[in-house]
């Protein structure tokens, strides 16, 4: 049964939902603790990321079905943990500071730049030794999981820097409050109609690599990163289309009950 691609398709998609509904629960609900608080929800995911890095290293040599399943999910529990660190404010950059109005647009990129800078610095990091290590393996789908999230992340903040009509607060956690003042909100940016078509190929591309693998673990794995990637495409899409996305996670993150003070302005840039 799990190695039906519609079925490994829909694995990807439960697993987006509820693992992204999992992690803001994890940081909203450490808002109230404090700083301590979301410093031990990183302390207590480290098995997470210590469970992913062994799994990882486990599927290189599998190329089973079995094994696609592992490498998928061991590059998410790298990532989650990753996020995590990030959403809770302890692996973020030097900058934690609103963006005055008025800053130049070079001071602006600077300031962005130094909100995410030992973020992104560490998933470089980890995205290079991951296809360092998968260069010979028979199975490189958690690096190729990875680097899906990791450009689509980078093409996601891209977008913000440029505008984008839609950008979701909603669930942002109190350790990075700061982060709105660095985006921008706009009808639409030259960046998106790239992105757009570049995941739309990427879209193509693996499925094109399911419809001819020849091994049952090929077949899953490349329905794996097509499921994920169109993923990506839809988040981008939901930066311009006023749909109620917020509504899919609102089971594990209750609705405020006060309004959020408004902190996105038309002049603002981010990264």
């Known amino acids: 049964m799990f190695a039906n691609p519609w079925i490994a398709a829909l ?7 509820f693992s992204t509904g999992a992690i803001l629960w994890v940081v909203k ?4 603790r ?10 207590l995911g480290l098995p997470l990321l210590l469970g992913g890095v062994f799994g ?6 599998d190329a089973s079905v079995a094994g696609a399943y592992l490498a998928f999910f061991s590059a998410l529990a790298i990532w989650g943990w990753i996020e995590i660190a990030f959403l809770s ?3 973020t950059g030097p900058n934690r500071y609103a963006c005055p109005i008025g800053t130049p647009p070079w001071e602006r990129f600077i300031r962005a730049w130094g909100t995410i800078a030992y973020h992104e610095i560490l998933l470089v990091l980890v995205l290079g030794l991951m296809l360092w290590l998968a260069r010979d393996a028979a199975n490189p789908f958690a690096a190729w999981t990875f680097g ?4 689509a992340r980078i093409s996601a903040k891209l977008n913000l820097f440029f505008g984008v009509p839609r950008i979701n607060i909603e669930f942002l956690p109190e350790p990075l409050a700061h982060l709105p003042s660095h985006f921008r909100t706009a009808k639409i940016n030259p960046i998106f109609p790239v992105s757009i078509t570049a995941l739309s190929f990427a879209v193509a591309c693996w499925l094109e690599r399911l419809l001819v693998g020849a ?20 988040e981008h899409w939901l930066m311009v289309l006023p749909l109620p996305d917020a509504k899919l996670w609102r089971w594990m993150i209750p609705a405020p009950k006060t309004t959020p003070k408004r902190l996105l302005r ?5 990264l």
């Open 29 to 32: 609900g450490a808002d109230g």
């Open 215 to 234: 091994a049952p673990g090929e077949i899953v794995g490349f329905a794996l990163l097509t499921s994920l990637t169109a993923l990506a495409l839809l």
């Open 56 to 61: 990882m290293a486990t599927s290189f040599a």
């Open 89 to 91: 404010g302890i692996i």
């Open 11 to 17: 694995i990807a998609l439960f697993i987006w939902w």
């Open 266 to 270: 038309e002049d603002g840039h981010g």
């Open 34 to 43: 404090g700083r301590d608080g979301h410093l031990w929800s990183v302390l």
């Open 148 to 151: 899906v999230l990791f450009f």
